[in-house]
């Protein structure tokens, strides 16, 4: 598996957690999109509708359509936001607390698997390799060359 490159290893396992979610997720009536969003709602205060692309990596057409989806499925309802009128805070509904618990539940049981076969020593290990390349993406530290035509 070492000969494999690192982007592949990376799309491949990213492409196994993403069907493994989305099977289980059918067992709540949600997909592992609806499921990340409602993950991403502060259940207590709201979470404001601009605030949740950036914290999910989402663009906002994307993020528009789930959003649709779990109004229309109530477990979400938008409310202005008191703190600016232009704004609008995305707030858990009864039924989308409930069903942001069953999607923390499906992401702790996988969490707790994956740890059970891994020692802290590789489980920080995968923490640091994943912050490094974070970290070199996000400082643009990967293509430095610019191309001219």
Known sequence: MRDLTIDWALRATWQAVTKLYNEEAKNYGLTMAIGFTLLSIDSKKGTPSTAL???MGMEATSLSRI???LESRGYIERRPN???GRG???H???LGVEKRKDSKEVVMQF???VREQLNDDNLDGF???VEVINKLIQDKKIYTKTTTE
Do not use: E, Q, S
């Open 53 to 55: 692309g950036p914290r």
């Open 67 to 69: 959003l649709n989806t």
């Open 82 to 84: 008191p703190n600016d």
């Open 88 to 90: 609008v805070l995305i």
């Open 92 to 94: 858990l509904t009864a």
């Open 111 to 113: 969490n707790d698997a």
């Open 127 to 129: 923490y640091r390799t």
